[in-house]
């Protein structure tokens, strides 16, 4: 009897050991749940970075200026931000996988619009057909992810959503590149189609109709922990998507590099994303959101710096030494800015959560590139985008850290929990 009541208490400490490390076990359907949705969320990714490297042809084949073409990607992003809140309402009221399904069939159709454009004009409209159905699939693709995990694994889960992303902007540049070159800019529109296709048929196949319960969700907008995420969300946008935006164009417009060259020098900053995001998922799971975020502000922001100093080269090898603690810094932001809006709210508003969070990426992506269009409108030099990638460095520094401390350290609390304050 002794031996039985000494067991107990030595089982529950095994018991929170495992929960405290790995977590309780997650069934094979979440896991495929999962990469049916990262895979959706891959598409869109790619599709940004597939898109920025083929701009500059563009701008060549439908005669317009190299900074016009910024509006190529903000009528994506703006779409995809007017339809993100109406997608993420529709997600907690009829599921993930009706949302995504149709998001994907109207992503497709602004596809097959932008492959047979025959005017900028009609190409920012199909662009704006492409965001509309990006709005409907991020939150559904995101709340439909994590429904299969327990709140302390979904950092785990989220790591590997976080790695999809930075392997998507691995792939994008290569592809783009070798596309553009090889076909010309309109391969990229086409290729998007059958891409589609494939995370349509995943969806359909692994994602349940239903992914959350019916309870009442609340308003994730008025969570505290929710609006300091999507700061954090915009800000880590803001900074990649515009350094991204003016490095390729000053590669291939000043330096001489073809559009294959251009993608292949940042190849490196992606492949670093997204082995972070595993890392920070761990960390997230273990130490709370805060630590991995400052971390990736400060790598993020130093590295930076280095790349603004006047006279550095942008160009040779030796660029690529802050390039690594930016790709790490980025890597590190994805999975903590989710995993602490999901777990400050109910399963019935992780559409709504999820929402917020992609508007967040949105707006700052969308800053990103037209501030980087402003930039470009002049005179491309070296010390244009030294003085660009100093602002964001600036952002970084000034805005995210702080920022990054709003997320606190306390672990998220369990689903009943986070629904009872709800």
Not at 138 to 152: I, K, N, Q, R, T
Not at 294 to 313: D, K, M, S
Not at 331 to 360: D, Q
Request: hydrophobic share 55%; net charge positive.
């Amino acid at each position: 009897m002794s031996r039985t009541a000494t067991a107990a208490p030595s089982g529950r400490r095994a018991r929170s050991r495992r929960h405290e490390g790995s977590g309780p076990p997650v069934d094979r359907s979440a896991w495929l749940r999962l990469a049916a949705c990262t895979g959706a969320a891959a598409l869109l990714q790619l599709d940004g970075t597939l898109i920025t490297v083929a701009l500059p042809s563009v701008a060549h084949g439908l005669h317009v200026s190299g900074g016009t073409t910024s509006a190529v990607l903000s009528a994506y992003f703006a779409a995809d931000a007017l339809a993100l809140i109406p997608g993420g309402e529709l997600v907690d009221r009829f599921g993930a996988r009706r949302l995504a399904l149709l998001g994907l069939a109207l992503f497709a159709v602004g596809a097959l619009v932008g492959a047979l454009a025959g005017s900028f004009t009609v190409l920012i409209v199909a662009r704006v057909i492409q965001g509309a159905g990006a709005g409907l699939v991020s939150p559904a693709a995101l709340a439909g992810a994590v429904s299969g995990f327990p709140p302390e694994r979904r950092g785990s889960a989220l790591g590997i959503w976080g790695a999809s992303a930075g392997m998507s902007n691995l792939i994008g540049p290569l592809l783009g590149g070798i596309l553009t070159v090889v076909f010309g800019w309109r391969a990229n529109w086409w290729a998007l189609l059958p891409l589609t296709a494939a995370a349509a048929l995943a969806i359909a196949r692994l994602v349940p109709s239903v992914v959350h319960g019916e309870e009442e969700g609340g308003s994730p907008a008025l969570n505290r922990i929710v609006f300091a995420a999507t700061v954090v969300a915009t800000l880590t946008f803001a900074v990649m998507i515009g350094a991204f935006y003016i490095a390729e164009q000053y590669l291939q417009r000043d330096a001489g590099f073809s559009a294959l060259g251009a993608s292949g020098a940042l190849v490196l900053v992606a492949l670093l994303v997204g082995a972070a995001a595993p890392l920070a998922g761990k960390l997230v799971d273990r130490h709370g959101e805060q630590t991995p975020a400052l971390a990736g502000f400060l790598g993020a922001g130093l590295g930076l710096v280095v790349l603004g100093i006047p006279g550095f080269t942008l160009d040779g090898i030796v660029t690529v030494l802050p390039l690594i603690p930016v790709g790490l810094g980025l890597g590190m932001l994805f999975v903590p800015t989710s995993r602490a809006a999901l777990n400050a709210s109910p399963r019935a508003s992780h559409g709504r959560t999820s929402a917020l969070l992609s508007v967040g990426r949105l707006v700052g992506a969308a800053v990103g590139a037209g501030l980087a269009g402003i930039a470009l409108s002049g005179t491309l030099t070296a010390s244009t985008v030294h003085r660009t990638l100093l602002v964001g460095a600036a952002v970084c520094l000034i805005v995210g850290v702080p920022a990054a401390m709003s997320l606190g350290r306390r672990r998220a609390a369990a689903p009943e929990t986070a629904d009872a304050s709800a």
